[in-house]
């Protein structure tokens, strides 16, 4: 049986696509970089910081860290303003009361520090982690699976004994990289079909089949 679930935020437990596209948009527009909502909506996953940068290098716009660290503060200002019109999907508190207590829970986003603690304050799921790790604290985003094996030393779980639930071929990768098995729910930017190619270890329509999420987390680990 698995020891723990590692949970990704973005499309996953929390619709925040929208937003997420409002406050990027509004800091790339005002330094006059214009990309498309889908360009942006498929690199969710990768962490803001990688997403300006591939923003301005496909616009040939030059740029340092310190540029960087300009946008990034902005973008959190944007999105905190934003903070209530993000939702969780339908089934993730339910799933999450259903989890924990029987099994360590951590999660493992690519936002940024201040922007989750807000939001995990306002949702009232601060206590229901014991762990959560953001784009702050790892060298290497996702695919990289850094993230995650970061997430199980925390937890002091073999990676093997880890499964993780994620909404982007990017998450499913770094899963995969990690050692863990995956679960898959087409939420966010990626369709059902686009995050069946990444072949994680079971796809649910929505985080409401918990019945089929806890079957796969209660019989599909056989090995000692």
């Known amino acids: 049986m698995f020891e723990a679930v590692i949970f990704d935020w973005d499309g996953t437990l929390a619709d925040t696509l ?30 803001a ?18 540029m960087i660290d300009g946008l990034m503060e902005k973008k959190e200002k944007i999105q905190a303003e934003l903070a209530s019109r993000i939702e969780l999907f339908d089934g993730a508190i339910e799933l999450l009361d259903s989890l924990r207590f029987k099994l360590k829970l951590a999660l493992a986003t690519m936002s940024n520090r201040t922007v989750i603690n807000r939001l995990l304050r306002m949702k009232g ?44 071929v990017f998450g499913i990768v770094a899963a995969k990289k990690a050692n863990m098995r995956c679960i898959a729910v087409p939420t966010g930017a990626y369709s059902k079909a686009e995050l069946e190619k990444e072949q994680p270890d079971l796809i649910v329509d929505s985080l409401k089949e918990t019945h089929k999420i806890w079957d796969f987390i209660l019989s599909s680990y056989s090995k000692p």
């Open 49 to 66: 910081r990688n997403m300006f940068k591939e923003a301005l290098q496909v616009k040939g716009i030059a740029f340092d860290e310190k």
């Open 18 to 47: 929208p937003v997420v596209i409002i406050a990027f948009q509004k800091v790339l527009g005002g330094i006059g970089c214009n990309v498309s909502d889908e360009f942006l909506a498929r690199r969710i996953g990768i962490g």
């Open 125 to 168: 799921l601060e206590d229901y982690f014991d762990f959560v790790i953001t784009a702050d604290e790892v060298s290497k985003p996702k695919p990289d699976p850094e993230v995650f094996l970061d997430c199980a030393l925390k937890l002091g779980c073999q990676p093997k004994r880890c499964v993780v639930v994620e909404d982007s």
